[in-house]
């Protein structure tokens, strides 16, 4: 039996009756690693030495004592690289301190695995946007993992670890674990520490687990999920515990479908697999309800005006002084600003940076922007008059599968990969992925409830995991 393909709550169990070691996971760990890591490029950087060193002194009594979890390589860890997936950070800059997420895990006995891939400041849907390597789909060798967590969901695919963390914007999350066959959850804004965080667009960004089941995203989601006073949008609320109901099935729900999702272009499997799991929350009697959720289409429009314009002024502070690329033997200040950037970030990055400032400038503002927040309000209550309906809303994750490598030429095409997730990072919901049974290329079913409701949404897909 490998222990690296057992999940989160298996190895638990083991570890906790004595039967097995954090070394003995880590053995099998890094022995997948090192026979499939070079094709598949999952990792940015990963230290076996300091990794086994506290396996040693992992506290088994925690929940997550001596399990092994990845990170995504935009959340801080004190003393290790956080490279964004960007030139920028990638010469010389070491975490000075830990994020939110990361002290939950050290307290909850958690091993940290390593640093995963992702498109250079989370920006992209295929983590072919990160400037220091491309990684591959171990689910569909030759296709993109999605992005821009896609090198936590390839590690958690390829069986190089049990879990890992990513984080969502508009769906970075849910489509990698989609494209690549594994559970990825968003929780609701504010549910989440944000604190640590490299931030990308500060109204939209949620840390989120990804994992082989459902059960084991509700762990890890135990204890990372409460108030974090560092984070001045984490909620003051109280976590509930996410396993109690995992097993209480969906009889009495009502499902909600939302035709805007179901539209023309949708990929043929896409639809037969998501009608195929709809059919199957009716057998265990759940009500399905049509719905609609109107401004749907005005959401991938309004995304690509707000999360620019946040990355614009979040990214201002990487301008070559007190961290990060440094150009040489500037002229000036202005040319150590100018060339610092320009040979510090990638060509989508730098697309993001001048779509943001000029959506924000004079004379545009008003155009763009404050348009964009008043159709983002009128999504959110799409979704807050969907639910006087139903319990919970249910979708495709992507509108196809994963494509293939180098075959987008378009960026509009990638962007309009995150069509059925973005209005749910607007509407600051959690959502969740849960890999459906398809024949071909991986995909998923997203479940959407409504805001701090993830444990009805856990239970709805733990329901459709088990078949």
């Known amino acids: 039996m ?15 009756k004595g039967e097995i070691k954090p070394s003995d996971i880590l053995d099998d760990l ?8 070079k094709d598949i490029g999952a990792f940015l950087s990963l230290d076996p030495g300091r990794i086994r060193a506290a396996a040693d002194l992992a506290d088994l009594s925690r929940p997550l004592g001596g399990i092994p979890i990845a990170f995504k390589d935009n959340i801080n860890v004190l003393g290790d690289p956080c490279t964004c997936g960007s030139r920028f950070l990638a010469e010389n800059y070491r975490s000075p301190y830990d994020a939110g997420v990361t ?23 295929a983590t072919e946007n990160s400037a220091l390597q491309k990684t591959n789909n171990p689910a569909a060798p030759g296709h993109i993992p999605g992005g821009s967590s896609g090198g936590s969901a390839a590690a958690v695919a390829a069986s190089f670890v049990p879990a890992a963390l990513g984080s969502d914007t508009g769906g970075s999350i849910r489509q990698p674990a989609s494209h690549c066959g594994v559970v990825g959850m968003k929780p ?6 944000r604190y640590g965080l490299v931030a990308f667009a500060s109204s939209l960004d949620q840390i989120g687990p990804l994992t082989r089941t459902v059960e084991d995203a509700a762990l890890i989601l135990q204890c990372i999920a409460g108030h974090d006073p560092l984070d001045s949008t984490s909620l003051p609320v109280e976590v509930p515990d996410y396993s109690v109901d995992l097993k209480k099935g969906v009889r009495g729900l009502r499902i909600g479908i939302p035709r805007e999702y179901f539209a023309d272009g949708l990929d043929p499997a896409v639809r037969a697999a998501t009608e195929a799991a709809i059919q199957h929350l009716q057998e265990q009697g759940a009500e399905v309800i049509e719905i609609t ?22 990214l201002s502070r990487f301008d070559g002084v007190r961290y990060g690329h440094r150009a040489s033997q500037p002229a000036d200040i202005l040319s150590l600003y100018q060339r610092s950037r320009e040979e510090g970030f990638g060509p989508e990055v730098k697309r993001r940076i001048i779509l943001g400032t000029y959506v924000l400038s004079s004379g545009y503002y008003d155009a763009y922007y404050n348009k964009a927040q008043k159709v983002r309000t009128l999504i959110r209550r799409d979704f807050e008059n969907a639910f006087t309906q139903v319990d919970a809303i249910v979708s495709p994750v992507a509108p196809s599968p994963a494509r293939k490598m180098g075959e987008c030429t378009n960026p509009l095409e990638d962007y309009l990969a995150d069509v059925c997730t973005i209005p749910v990072n607007l509407a600051g919901l959690p959502a969740i992925s849960v890999p459906l049974p398809v024949a071909g290329l991986p ?25």
């Open 188 to 193: 609701s804004y504010g549910r989440v520490s």
């Open 293 to 314: 959720l109107p401004h749907t289409e005005y959401a991938v429009a309004t995304y690509y005006i707000i999360a620019p314009a946040e990355a614009s002024s979040n």
């Open 443 to 467: 995909i998923g079913l997203q479940i959407i409830t409504p805001h701090l409701q993830e444990a009805l949404m856990l239970r709805i897909a733990h329901a459709v995991e088990t078949r």
């Open 2 to 16: 490998s222990l690296a393909r057992q999940s989160v709550s298996a190895l638990r169990a083991l570890l906790v």
């Open 30 to 37: 890094f022995a997948e690693v090192g026979s499939r890591e």
């Open 103 to 125: 002290r939950r895990l050290r307290y909850s006995g958690a091993v940290f695995f390593g640093r995963t891939n992702l498109d250079e400041f989370a920006m992209g849907s």
